[in-house]
């Protein structure tokens, strides 16, 4: 799991807490928070692997918030759902598999792909061979999550402040 915390922009936050309302905050924060965490999708895509581009095309965002500590937060990575062809083509969940063609869902593989995996051993029993092995080796880590998150930290603070004004000024316009 990693985490941004947004610190900075003493006026921006002072002008943010002033409004009485946590629905109005929750609602002004929830754009800023998507506009940051697609800094970190765009960043990651460009260092995913690049196999067949399903894991890359399958990244997204989820912005939820807790109502308790009213607080806004976005989860990143490949969404559910999402099923990939060897081909790189994607379809969602309601899509049948074409005969002959190896399918794989990204969310499923996700941490294969960022931490690597162990030795796998394949047995085969077709037409009544006895203990047909093969030893289908070990994935490598292409972790590429942590470098994404570190290297947009910037992006992602420019444009949760610059989505924050807009947003400030709409709500200004409201009033």
């Known amino acids: 799991m990693v985490g941004i915390t947004m610190r900075g922009d003493k006026a921006l936050f002072r002008k943010i807490n002033r409004i009485a309302d946590k629905k109005t905050q929750r609602r002004m ?3 800023a928070v ?3 965490a697609n ?5 990651w895509r460009k260092l995913a692997a690049k196999d067949t581009g399903g894991y890359r095309k399958a990244l997204g965002v989820i912005v939820r918030a807790n109502l308790k500590s009213n607080s806004i937060y976005a989860a990143i990575g490949p969404r559910m759902g999402v099923k990939t062809r060897k081909d790189g083509t994607k ?7 074409p005969k002959g063609q190896t399918v794989y869902n990204p ?3 996700a ?4 931490r690597g995996g ?12 006895e203990g047909v092995e093969k030893d289908v080796g070990i994935p490598k880590a292409q972790p590429s999550m942590h470098a994404a998150v570190n290297s947009s930290k910037g992006a992602v603070r420019m444009a949760m402040v610059a989505e924050l004004r807009k ?3 709409k709500e200004a316009m409201k009033k």
Do not use: F, S
């Open 34 to 36: 998507r506009k940051g």
């Open 118 to 129: 162990k030795n796998r051993r394949i047995v085969k029993n077709w037409l009544g061979q």
């Open 111 to 114: 941490h294969i792909v960022e």
């Open 167 to 169: 947003q400030l000024q």
């Open 91 to 97: 379809k969602y969940a309601t899509w049948v598999k």
């Open 107 to 109: 969310a499923k593989i």
């Open 29 to 31: 924060l929830r754009p």
């Open 39 to 43: 800094q970190i999708v765009k960043a």
